[in-house]
């Protein structure tokens, strides 16, 4: 089953998803579409933040994709239920793979949620994790300055702690919390700065390697992982600069991305 | 989806499992069913293992089971590609989501198993690391000490320190191996022992955990979470000694198991 994984996101967050695809399944082809040029989604209406959404998938379903990641947590909120309905591929969102490692590693169950502030107040992470487990405390909390800081570059413990900290004051008052969220994809840049300051003892869960995990496991349970052993090109498109994409990309990534190209997705018809 | 999920195993070490599936998914009902009067499976030649599961699966269709998780390493080995084409239900194996989990936490790729006799002779671990991920090196290791000492309820870390330190002295050779897999569902009642004698730095992964995991995921991707409200009763049926049974099941679940039965099976036409 020599067809490539679909990996689309409003901008660069969704790298880090790739980035784990890659790690986890290094047999399989990504092809990744970042909207960079109409990003961030977060703050759009959600009837735009599906017209946008379906021009993305109407690119990638034209590469003959085998499965669909929506690499964005805002995207995932709107979207996931209705492509799940209406393509004949499997779709796979970044928010339930999030909130189903939370439930399997918290023992207080007292869970913390970070996101964009279109996250948070979507309501989508306590929405997944109760459906899962009523027996749950959930906090969440946006954290606005967080993607300016990643997409900024000062994303190193010692650039980046002092705003960490100052912005999850907040939950460090739930003494029980031990599982922390990170419902963004630009978050686990800042993977090390959270964990200083949440400390030792709170498990902080990263979407995009949760997703790459359910992303293997539905590829094992639909028989659709690849078998041939020809050399994989990974490709990635995206709306905006090549260059600025290739920088951030050649900055988060463990390999370096080869094929970047510039398109247009909205003159497309849906 | 008011329906109940099916395990099966060849005895007790399935508990492990279902004590996951009800930590990870308290809204979901399950129906156990341990083929104590004849375990263990390990040494018995694949027909009989096809023949005496299929004789487990056909009592589970009966009550309606809306997924079939099979609890045990040589079951999955011997039978879980047959049943996955022949049931029109979600069927999960243990080997896999261990495989998957192990990919995903390793950083050295450097992987050991541990398991019985004959799931490490059947190469199953290997076989799915690799159809995954070929940059790995694996180790196998057999341990048939550890299922006796298990069951014979000596599991503290005093108790068993030195019967599991002279046992995984083969593995203690590889320095660069970061992650073992319990690929027995027996060991996770082991897991202390094996994380000291392993050292902190090595990763313990257990199936029953991660297959918890994924028949979530699974549940979510095929709309077959259970929505309603009612109380649960979950039923636990063994082939062999109810009274023994019951011990067991208490000593190693989070929670005292009230539905225990036994049942004969292999009178039933396949």
Redesign the interface.
Known sequence: MNRPIGVIDSGVGGLTVARELMR????EQLIYLGDTVRCPYGPRPKEEVITFTKQMVNFLLKKDIKLLVIACNTATAFTLDLLKETLSI?V?GVI??GA??A??VTETKDIGVIGTVGTIESDAYPDALY?????LTVHGLSCPQFVPLVESGRFSVEASEDIVRHALEPLKAYEQLDTLILGCTHYPILHDPIQKVMGDKVNIISSG?ET???V???L??QGL?NESHEPLTHEFYTTGSEEIFKQIANRWMDQPIEHIEQVVIDDRTE
């Open positions: 986890q399944l290094p047999k499997p796979l339930q793979p189903r490692a439930i399997k459906s899962i487990s009523e027996d390697e790459a995990r359910e293997s496991a539905i094992s349970y992982h």
